[in-house]
C-alpha cells in the first residue's frame, strides 16, 4: 500500500509544473473577459452588481457574445445589443451599455490616478475613497446639495432636497431600496452612487422616473460592473424614410412626451439640455420612447433647488468634477427657458420628420410647416414658441391613422379596435 502511494506521489510531482503552465481552462477565459468587459475588475468605482447573477448565468448575452472574443472589447463602443431571457418570458432585445465609452473610461480612470500622483496606475477605489467629497459622504446619512455640488450632471445643476431624496429612495443597486436615508447604504454603495452621478446619470434616471408610472423611459433590468442594461428599441431614424402618416404619428408623440416632462404630477421639469435622434426610439407597437436620458436636467418646481454654482469654490472642485470625459457644465437652471426643449426637438429631431417636402403633396398643411419653422427658432418669444408647437400638434393628431401598426393606441371594442387618443 506504502509502494502506491508513493507512485502516486511522485506522479503528481512530475505532473504538477506541466499542470500549472497549461492554458486556462476555456470557461476561466470567458469568465475573465467577461468581468473586464463588464468592469468588474473597477468595482466598487462602478454603477453596480445588481444583475451579474444574470449575466454568469447566460441569461444576459451579447448579440455576438458566443464566447471570449478579444476582438468585442477592444472596440470603442459604448453600447451594445443583446438578448435577456428568464423564466417568465422567452427572449427580449436590450441594450447593454457602458457609462461612457471604453476609451473616455480608461482616460477617466487615468485621470484619478494622475490626481492623486500615482501615474497611470494606481487603485482606483482607494484614491476615490480618501477625496474629501466621498469622505463627506460617509459620514452623512441624507444626499445634501452640498454634497453634489461640482458635479457636471445636468439634473444635478440645482438640486432640490427633494430632488436628491428621490435619488436615494429610487436607487436600485441597494438591499433595502425605499427610505430616503442612507443609513442602510454601505460605503460601497454610498461610492457606487457617488461615481454614477459624476459619470453618467442615466441610469438614475430610468430608476427615478419608470416607465411604468407612465414616463416615457423604457425599462431598466439593473447594471453589473460598468454595465448597465435596459430595453431594447428601434432608433428614430429608421422611421425616416416612412410615410408621412407614420413620421407625423412619431412627430406628436415627441411633442406629447415634451409636454408632459414640462409639466407632470410630481412637479420636477424635465428639460432637454441638448437633443439628437439617437435620443429616441420606436418599440413594434409605434409607442416612441427617451432612450437616453444623459442630457436631461431637472428642476423642481415645488422646492427651490440650491444655487446656481457658477463661482464655485475650490472645495467643490475636485476629481469627481470631471469624471464624465468633460468639465463643461450645463448653463443655470435660472437660464433654462420655458420652451428650451421644444426649440431643441424641433431643430434637431423634428425637421428629419417632417417638413417642406412633405408640403406640396397637400397630405401636410403649409401651415404645419411654418409652424415648425416657428418651434425652432430661438429667436421668436416663448408665448409665440408655444402656440405654434400646440398649432403643430393638432394639426399632427389629425394625420395619425388608426390602424393595427399604432398598437399602443389601440382599444378593443367589440369585434373592431378603436384608437384611444392621448392629449
Not at 415627441?254 to 420606436?282: A, C, K, P
Not at 412633405?358 to 427658432?377: G, H
Not at 382599444?411 to 379596435?417: A, H
Request: a positive charge; charged letters at 20%; aromatic letters at 8%.
Amino acid at each position: 500500500m506504502a509502494g502506491i502511494l508513493l507512485v502516486a506521489w511522485t506522479m503528481y510531482l512530475i505532473l504538477a509544473p506541466s499542470t500549472s503552465n497549461a492554458s486556462p481552462a476555456p470557461q476561466n477565459k470567458s469568465h475573465d473577459f467577461r468581468r473586464k468587459l463588464l468592469g468588474l475588475d473597477k468595482c466598487n468605482a462602478c454603477i453596480g452588481t445588481s444583475i451579474c447573477k444574470k449575466f454568469f448565468k447566460d441569461e444576459i448575452r451579447f448579440a455576438r457574445w458566443m464566447s471570449a472574443q478579444p476582438n468585442l472589447s477592444s472596440e470603442d463602443l459604448q453600447s451594445y445589443e443583446g438578448n435577456y431571457s428568464d423564466n417568465t418570458a422567452g427572449l427580449r432585445p436590450v441594450v447593454l451599455s457602458h457609462l461612457m465609452s471604453p476609451l473616455l473610461h480608461e482616460i477617466s480612470d487615468n485621470s484619478i490616478c494622475t490626481s492623486a500622483d500615482k501615474g497611470k496606475s494606481c487603485s482606483i477605489e482607494a484614491i476615490l475613497r480618501a477625496t474629501p467629497r466621498f469622505q463627506s459622504w460617509v459620514r452623512s446619512n441624507l444626499l445634501l446639495p452640498s454634497m453634489v455640488k461640482g458635479l457636471a450632471t445636468p439634473m444635478l445643476r440645482c438640486p432640490s432636497q427633494r430632488l436628491l431624496d428621490r435619488i436615494v429612495r429610487r436607487y436600485f443597486e441597494v438591499i433595502d431600496v425605499g427610505s430616503m436615508q442612507m443609513k442602510h447604504f454601505t460605503e460601497k454603495d454610498k461610492l457606487r452612487l457617488l461615481y454614477t452621478l459624476a459619470v453618467n446619470q442615466q441610469p438614475l434616471i430610468l430608476q427615478m422616473f419608470p416607465g411604468t408610472e407612465g414616463w416615457p423611459f423604457l425599462r431598466y433590468h439593473g447594471s453589473c460592473g460598468r454595465m448597465m442594461v435596459w430595453a431594447g428599441s428601434r432608433p428614430l431614424r429608421s422611421m425616416f424614410s416612412s410615410p408621412l402618416e407614420r413620421r407625423a404619428d412619431i412627430a406628436y408623440q415627441l411633442i406629447h412626451i415634451t409636454q408632459s416632462l414640462r409639466s407632470n404630477s410630481l412637479q420636477f421639469n424635465l428639460y432637454y439640455t441638448s437633443v439628437s435622434e439617437d435620443m429616441f426610439g420606436t418599440l413594434d407597437d409605434s409607442r416612441v420612447f427617451i432612450i437616453d436620458t444623459s442630457t436631461i436636467g431637472i428642476i423642481d418646481l415645488q422646492e427651490a433647488g440650491s444655487p446656481p454654482d457658477e463661482d464655485l469654490q475650490s472645495e467643490y472642485i475636485d476629481v469627481f468634477s470631471c469624471l464624465s470625459g468633460s468639465c463643461a457644465r450645463p448653463p443655470p437652471c435660472k437660464t433654462v427657458r420655458a420652451v428650451q426643449s421644444f426649440i431643441l426637438l424641433c431643430k434637431h429631431v423634428l425637421h428629419n420628420l417632417i417638413g417642406p417636402n412633405d408640403a406640396p403633396s397637400a397630405q401636410l398643411p403649409k401651415a404645419a410647416v411654418r409652424e415648425l419653422a416657428i418651434c425652432a427658432d430661438q429667436s421668436q418669444t416663448d408665448q409665440r414658441i408655444i402656440c405654434a408647437v400646440q398649432a403643430l400638434k393638432d394639426t399632427l393628431r389629425s394625420l395619425r391613422p388608426c390602424s393595427a401598426l399604432y398598437g399602443y393606441r389601440l382599444l378593443p371594442v367589440g369585434d373592431v379596435c378603436a384608437c384611444m387618443p392621448i392629449n
